[in-house]
């Protein structure tokens, strides 16, 4: 038992508490209450990293107890998942808005349920390395400014390589790999540095807003830690269920990193992370989601991150499907204009298509290139 883990189990059915206790309790230290006042009362005292929360219990409730927990200080950092039998979109709305992380319904697999955990202690390690980061760079501020300055650019690396452990947490179990993350941030930059120089955005993309761009698009995709694997890894198309499950990771995804920003201020390029995260789904039409936003409601590092993002899906191989060559998908892109991009982005797509072809050639073996079947979902995940 790692004793260094902690759980706190929320449960009114002793036969939840007894079975959930069972499954951890060989790799985590767990405590279980019945209520949501004993769990308020043993929380800032047993300091869990993750809480397992019912709704529905004698006294308050757990959307109140879960609400008391994220305006209590001494728990700030703890992940909180409602386990509820309870799971029509308005119930789980109302918990992620009450400040839940994640939504499992009852009845559940035990051994899911332990994935999942693990999955978020994963998370919870990766976000307190960018802890220890940042306390690197305030603990040298009193250094001489040569000094400083050579440390912040090894801070940097330091931080970009944990962002991108980050986001490999996410991507690890979806057969990818790490090139997918690359590839897209080189497209993604590709563009922004386009609309930097012509059209319309030239007064939104300044040289922050470009390196911003760059450590944060590949950590749009960080919500899926939260998606069951049986979801992540079908072959074929998903169920209205499975794919408004799907669906949310946009929104977990936001708010891990929103969470990470009001802990760490200084990390700006998080806040946009979070921005990509939540809205690199959204449609220049107004049909994605979560928000349904249309056109220049929709933030522009989404807009340009969503364009980078479906090309490498479409050219790459995935569970549920084949690849598409980069000029059928191109032509795909090009399609969708107005639709679900964003015209200029689309235009600075197609005049920079080159110079993606050249990023493809450079990471040659990471996709196949192999005509793709139809089996393609609107949304591409």
Not at 190 to 205: C, F, M, N, R, T
């Amino acid at each position: 038992m790692d004793q260094s883990k902690r759980i706190l189990l929320v449960d009114d059915d002793p036969t939840i508490r007894t079975l959930v206790t069972r499954v951890f309790q060989s790799d985590y230290e767990v405590r279980a209450v019945a209520n949501g006042e004993e769990a308020l009362d043993m929380a800032p005292h047993f300091r869990p990293h993750v809480v397992l929360l019912d709704i529905m219990m004698p006294g308050i409730d757990g959307y109140t107890t879960c609400r008391r927990m994220r305006d209590n200080s001494t728990l700030t950092g703890t992940l909180i998942v409602i386990v509820s039998a309870n799971s029509t979109s308005e119930e789980q709305l109302r918990a992620y808005e009450e400040g839940a992380d994640d939504y499992i319904t009852k009845p559940f697999d035990p051994h899911e349920l332990l994935a999942r955990v693990r999955l978020h202690f994963r998370l919870l390690d990766a976000v307190a390395t960018i802890d220890e980061v940042s306390s690197e760079i305030e603990k040298h501020k009193t250094e001489t400014q040569k000094l400083v300055e050579h440390q912040q650019r090894e801070v940097v690396a330091a931080q970009d390589v944990t962002m991108f452990t980050l986001a490999r947490v996410a991507e690890c179990r979806d057969q990818e790999t790490g090139s997918h993350l690359i590839r897209m941030r080189d497209y993604s930059q590709i563009l922004a540095e386009h609309l930097s120089k012509k059209g319309p955005y030239v007064d939104q993309i300044d040289q922050t807003f470009l390196e911003n761009l760059y450590r944060s698009s590949p950590l749009h995709d960080v919500g899926k830690v939260a998606v069951s694997d049986t979801i992540l890894l079908k072959k074929g198309p998903l169920t209205p269920e499975e794919r408004r499950q799907m669906q949310r990771h946009t929104v977990i995804g936001g708010q891990i990193l929103e969470e990470t920003v009001r802990q760490f201020p200084g990390g700006h390029f998080l806040a946009m992370a979070a921005t990509v995260a939540r809205h690199h789904h959204e449609r220049f039409d107004g049909k994605g989601y979560p928000a349904g936003l249309t056109g220049q409601r929709i933030p522009l590092a989404a807009r340009i991150v969503s364009v980078a993002d479906v090309f490498d899906a479409l050219t790459s191989v995935r569970p549920y499907k084949r690849a598409f060559s980069p000029y059928d998908s191109r032509e795909i892109i090009v399609a969708e204009s107005g639709g679900q991009f964003d015209p200029v982005v689309v235009e600075a797509f197609e005049e920079c298509f080159g110079r993606f072809l050249e990023i493809q050639a450079v990471y040659a073996g990471t996709s196949v290139l192999d005509p793709l079947d139809t089996s393609l979902t609107n949304d591409f995940k």
